[in-house]
């Protein structure tokens, strides 16, 4: 019972963020699973089993609050179903040994992508409702997005979700809704080909049933929080989380010492306390700015 409440926890915080931001649910879970021990196979195939209803529930709650465009869902999601089945796959037929390292060097790439991405480059504002992209781009987006996600443990959102906003062509809310609900497609998929290459008998009921819980029960906060929170702080925040838990991993099988293990951890602690008061201060100054505008714009109007 005490495993179920803990992963259930987990779970939640990792829905939060991930309906927040449209990323981060399978690299905030399976970083955090790799930290207690679980080998990273059994990890990512956890996390997958449990999104298929998380994200099952995400994309209801984003679709009542009129976040998707299922468009550009299936697009996406069904070449990202393709590549996650053949990342799954490929995670399935490596050793733990093998794999460990490979998840947590992803995984810590995507920690730094998000860190800097929300710290330094904030997501352009759009508002287009409907995305204007098509197949030519979506698709190996998709693709790519999905193998990453099943073979690193997480990485559809973090793929995904930048590169939809980068473009600057659709709202936040949209992508985020979106790529939320289309990574049910890519959920099932990493399922069935974890399930192939690594059997039922190596996932616990209590690992999946509480990501599964916790993720349900926050899904539909999340949906709402998209249109408040404010994402720059919040995605440099997990950012650093990201990067923090899978250091670990890495000094672990460099077996570094206790001095150089010591040094990286206040290294990554200091950039990234530094990289949340970037986001800040960009956050401060950017609203300033809009209550600037918006005085001059009532002065001239009067």
């Known amino acids: 019972m005490r495993t179920l ?27 955090l699973l790799l930290v207690a021990g679980i080998n990273p196979a059994t990890a990512s195939a956890s996390v997958h089993l449990a999104e ?118 659709t709202a936040p809310r949209t992508v985020v809704g979106s790529v939320d609900t289309s990574e049910f497609l890519v959920a099932v998929a990493a399922s069935i080909g974890f399930l192939v290459g690594l059997g039922h008998e190596v996932l616990d009921p209590y690992t999946i049933g509480g990501l599964l819980i916790g993720g349900v029960a926050a899904a539909p906060l999340a949906a709402w929080l998209v249109t408040k929170i404010p994402a720059p702080v919040l995605g440099t925040a997990v950012g650093g989380i990201i990067v923090l838990t899978n250091a670990r991993t890495i000094l672990r099988t460099l077996e570094a010492g206790t001095a150089t293990t010591v040094v990286t951890y206040l290294v990554i602690v ?33």
Not at 69 to 78: A, E, N, Q, S, T
Not at 118 to 125: H, I, M, T
Not at 128 to 135: K, T
Not at 288 to 299: C, D, F, K, P
């Open 5 to 31: 409440i803990v992963f259930a926890l987990v779970g939640f915080a990792a829905q939060m963020v991930d309906g927040a931001l449209g990323m981060a649910y399978g690299v905030t879970s399976t970083s």
């Open 52 to 169: 298929v209803g998380t994200t099952l529930a995400s994309g209801a709650a984003h679709w009542r609050f009129g976040n998707v465009d299922w468009k550009l869902v299936l697009k996406l999601g069904v070449p990202g179903a393709v590549g996650a089945f053949l990342g799954a796959t490929l995670l399935s037929a490596l050793s733990t040994d093998d794999a460990a390292p490979y998840m947590s060097g992803i995984l810590l790439a995507l920690g730094v992508y998000i860190l800097l991405r929300f710290s330094l480059r904030p997501p352009n504002v759009a508002t287009a409702r409907r995305s204007p992209h098509g197949a030519r781009f979506l698709s190996p987006l998709g693709l790519v997005a999905g193998f990453v996600d099943a073979s690193g443990g997480g990485g559809w959102g973090p793929v995904s979700t930048p590169a939809l906003l980068g473009a600057g062509r």
């Open 270 to 302: 200091a950039a990234w306390a530094a990289a949340i008061s970037l986001a800040v201060s960009r956050l401060r100054r950017s609203r300033a700015e809009a209550a600037l505008q918006e005085g001059e714009t009532v002065s001239t109007s009067g």
